[in-house]
């Protein structure tokens, strides 16, 4: 008879043979035993069995190295049933004759070299999901779907253990491998959740701490190693393993700063931003010039953001990502922060503080694309499941990265979770949206042919916005005050304006134009500036199209464009940081939020370098000291003045003075907070020039207070000035009825704040 085929089986008991009676199938039991198995709780487990007129109960196991294997009642332990094992390695079966209703029960297995061992089994426990979580995710709207996917520590019926749960709708098969089963795919294949794609498995006893992968078996007969695409932690490269991890233990005293945060219109309020990328803000030199850990850094830089009068920190992506020397934009981890600093809890604990000490925390988060590391996201399931299949879709050109399928539910949905899960898990007050520009464009970077259109025969990824209006809509529906900010440096409208608007729902967009305007204005030698004045003036056109921040980034460091400092022209280097002041005074004076990369507020001589640390030293020479003290009374100008930071995005708030001095190179404008006495006067000197006895046309007759001087001693200046301000003459000037004859350092930034009438 063909072995496996009728229903005995000859078997090896290590000395003699003999027949066993079998009820499994050989098309299951291969299926088990070569890693087929798409429906393992079918085959594994305790099942109603009946032959004739009798009834009983029938277990079937796979375990590993197992010598034995038998079935005890958890109720009473003293009711044991042996197995009879059919394969040496660990297929074992058997009928428990006089029992008919199914009970808990654990395996007890000697291996063999004497090793006992008893545990629940992971085949006698049903789904961990419902039939509304597939199908709210196959939908795309499962807001809790983190919660759900992905590795979760749960006690099912008294039993603690792990539920895994990974989407992979076109593999043959998929299993759990890890430090607990010797990552060995046969010993917990998956359930598949049918039409859903889903796969499920609870396994009892894994614990947080231990390490896991998916095996995935591909319709293209190989198997794929995966990361878990909703893990929490991760392993170092390049193992990269998934860490089993619990997100909601650690104990938040932060209440405070959630309840003033959704009281806060930050629109209105003063936002100014330290962007900062962690590895390389501080090194411990001592310590095989290591980085500060999240720890170490709720000290050090709380502290520094305090003193310098910042209201929020932004950080580089922290999302694991698997290159030490990027600067973690490609993320291979959209739910964990990197392990480089520390555990989450560790994360959370920098948050708590910041929180705790009245700072907010933004973390750049990137929807826009992710690597092509074969361990992570990329051809998951063996098919083009996260990206496009088409390279003119799914491929960005520039980056070497591939894009997101927006218009897929479970990719939509996995993504809006990661933005969710990051303000849920973390209590981040904001996510700054990167490349939003080449989500928003089909033809982004794209030469004629090599892109696809929209179905309307547009250039517009229709698919995308909707994404980008959904995520925006739900975090601000969730997560009260928090903050959406989004890097896109084209014109596209409403980016900043509500959903219900026809916007995209951001709160904030980076103000590139301005930013790009004015670093080729200041980068040209000041004899020139004259021709170029309306560098200066022409961002107003269009000021308050969006609520923007106005921003030096990162990006404008590195890659050969000279730190900031070294942008500016001349020699030696304290023209260089009078200029430098000059500039950051007209940035803090201009209407938006504020945003500054970190080394740039105290004048960083060199490139940013990711692998480096900031040239802290700097700071014991007056240029740079002086800068840096510059930006700290900038910032502390900027929330003492009430109604101020209001004028960002209200356009009566600001007024020109004069913006068409071009042939002495002089910009004036007013900006105005809530009474005439918040009514400050801006004049910036924009060549190298002192002008003496200059006036400048006001609306108010009275004293004028000179509140910040770019040129003053403090800063490293020359010192010229108004002594502490100025009359205003009933003189006519820039059409206006009143005007202060001023000063004007060269190279400089004067504000003035009315004080009334005497």
């Not at 008879?1 to 229903?7: H, K």
């Not at 199938?25 to 429906?39: I, R």
């Not at 989407?167 to 098969?173: I, L, Q, S, V």
């Not at 089993?244 to 931003?273: G, L």
Request: hydrophobic letters at 35%; one cysteine or more.
């Amino acid at each position: 008879m063909n072995i496996l085929s009728a229903a005995y089986i000859l078997a090896r008991d290590m000395s003699f043979n003999f027949l066993i009676a079998v009820i499994v199938t050989k098309k299951d039991f291969v299926s088990v035993t070569s890693v087929k198995c798409a429906q393992p709780h079918g085959i594994l487990g305790m099942h109603p069995h009946k032959k004739g007129n009798k009834s009983g109960l029938l277990v079937r196991a796979y375990v590993d190295d197992a010598k034995s294997c038998e079935v005890v009642d958890v109720n009473d332990d003293t009711k044991r049933y042996s197995l009879k094992r059919l394969s040496d390695d660990g297929f074992f079966e058997g009928i428990i004759e006089g029992r008919k209703e199914l009970f808990q029960y654990r395996l007890r297995i000697e291996r063999y070299n004497g090793e006992i061992r008893q545990f629940y089994d992971p085949y006698s426990f049903l789904p961990t999901l419902s039939d509304d979580d597939t199908y709210l995710f196959s939908e795309g709207n499962d807001h809790q779907v983190h919660n759900k996917h992905g590795a979760h520590i749960r006690t099912i019926d008294g039993v603690p253990g792990v539920s895994f749960v990974v989407w992979a709708p076109n593999a043959e098969r998929v299993s759990v491998v890890g430090d607990f089963n010797h990552w060995d795919g046969r010993y917990h294949p998956m359930r598949s959740l049918g039409a859903s794609g889903i796969w499920e498995l609870f396994i009892p006893g894994v614990e947080e701490g231990n390490k896991y992968k998916y095996e995935i078996g591909t319709r293209h007969g190989y198997a794929a190693l995966k990361t878990d695409p909703y893990g929490t932690r991760f392993e170092s490269p390049p193992n990269n393993a998934s860490i089993v991890c619990k997100t909601d233990t650690y104990q938040w005293k932060d209440a405070d700063w959630i309840e003033r945060r959704k009281r806060t219109d930050w629109v209105n309020s003063p936002v100014s931003i330290y962007e900062m990328h962690l590895g390389s803000w501080k090194k411990v030199v001592e310590d095989a010039n290591r980085s500060l850990s999240y720890r170490e850094l709720a000290v050090e830089l709380v502290d520094y953001l305090k003193d310098m009068n910042y209201t929020h920190v932004e950080f580089l992506p922290l999302s694991e990502h698997p290159f030490d020397g990027s600067w973690g934009y490609q993320v291979t981890g959209f739910f964990a922060p990197t392990y480089r600093f520390g555990t989450p809890e560790d994360f959370m604990f920098l948050v708590d503080t910041l929180h705790q000490n009245g700072l907010g925390v933004i973390m750049d988060w990137v929807p826009a694309h992710f690597p092509t590391d074969s361990f992570a996201l990329a051809q998951f399931d063996g098919t083009a499941l996260y990206e496009h299949a088409d390279p003119r879709q799914g491929f960005h050109q520039d980056w070497g990265t591939l894009i997101f399928n927006y218009g897929r539910n479970e990719v939509r949905n996995f993504l809006v979770a990661s933005a969710l899960a990051w303000c849920e898990r973390y209590h981040i007050d904001g996510l700054r949206v990167d490349a939003v520009a080449s989500m928003l464009y089909l033809d982004y970077s794209r030469e004629e042919g090599q892109w696809i259109p929209n179905q309307y025969g547009g250039r517009e990824n229709l698919e995308a916005i909707e994404f980008l209006k959904q995520t925006n809509s739900l975090v601000h529906d969730y997560y009260p005050g928090t903050l959406m900010i989004a890097e896109e440096s084209t014109a596209f409208p409403g980016v900043s304006k509500p959903v219900s608007e026809g916007g995209l729902g951001f709160d904030m967009k980076w103000n590139m134009g301005w930013m790009h305007d004015t670093l080729e204005y200041f980068q040209k030698d000041p004899v020139y500036r004259k021709y170029e004045h309306h560098q200066l003036s022409f961002g107003m056109l269009y000021q308050y199209s969006e609520n923007f921040t106005q921003v030096f980034s990162h990006d404008e460091v590195v890659h050969g464009k000279k730190s900031m400092l070294l942008k500016m022209p001349g020699e030696p280097i304290s023209n260089k940081a009078h200029q430098l002041r000059l500039l950051y005074g007209l940035m803090w004076m201009w209407p938006g939020k504020k945003t500054l990369f970190m080394g740039c507020d105290f004048g960083q001589s060199q490139e940013w370098q990711c692998s480096g640390s900031l040239d802290w030293h700097l700071l014991q020479y007056t240029d740079h000291e002086g800068i840096q003290r510059c930006v700290r009374d900038l910032n502390k100008l900027y929330q003492d003045v009430p109604g101020f930071a209001a004028g960002d995005v209200n356009p009566e708030a600001f007024e020109w003075i004069n913006c068409s001095d071009a042939d002495n190179s002089i910009l004036t404008f007013l900006r105005k907070g809530n009474e005439k006495t918040d009514t400050l006067a801006a004049v910036g000197n924009f060549t190298p020039v002192l002008r003496e006895a200059f006036r400048v046309g006001v609306p108010f007759p009275g004293f004028w207070k000179e509140i910040l001087n770019t040129d003053a001693k403090e800063y490293g200046g020359l010192g010229y000035g108004n002594s502490g301000g100025v009359e205003a003459d009933e003189v006519e000037w820039d059409g206006r009825p009143y005007s202060i004859k001023l000063t004007m350092p060269p190279q400089s930034m004067s504000v003035f704040r009315y004080q009334g009438n005497a």
